[in-house]
């Protein structure tokens, strides 16, 4: 996946956001709350998003994905796809729906209601 591809999933999703922080990375929101990012891989593109705890624990072993840098770090359950090797487009787009769908679950119901999601 490239990065315009991924901004362009990103963007398909309802009630989203974009901003470009964190040393230039891609950052998708909901709700105002981080839902996936691109960028974070010195230079190259790396896509993250939060996870399961199951997916966590299954897919950091795999060649090409890793515990987010920073994020995972700090006990937070977000995996990065930081080589093509890692996961395929179509997976990809799954675990980011996923991560999408565990942060709008978060949000608060007047929020979800005013988003419409």
């Known amino acids: 996946m490239t990065r315009d591809e991924f901004n362009s999933f990103c963007a398909s999703l309802k009630a989203t956001t974009h901003v470009v922080q964190w040393g230039n990375s891609d950052v998708?929101?909901?709700g105002g709350k981080v839902f996936a990012l691109c960028g974070w891989?010195?230079?190259?593109?790396?896509?993250t998003f939060k996870a399961s705890e199951i997916a966590f624990e299954v897919l950091?072993?795999?060649?090409g994905i890793r515990p987010a840098p920073y994020l995972a770090s700090r006990g937070m359950k977000w995996l990065q796809v930081y080589e093509a090797q890692?996961?395929?487009?179509?997976?990809?787009?799954?675990?980011?729906?996923?991560?999408?769908?565990?942060?709008?679950?978060?949000l608060t119901k007047k929020l979800r209601a005013e988003l419409g999601v």
Do not use: C, T
């Open 60 to 63: 950091q072993s795999e060649p």
């Open 28 to 30: 998708w929101k909901v």
């Open 41 to 47: 891989n010195d230079g190259d593109d790396a896509f």
């Open 86 to 106: 890692g996961m395929s487009d179509a997976s990809l787009r799954e675990h980011i729906v996923m991560s999408y769908d565990m942060v709008v679950a978060k």
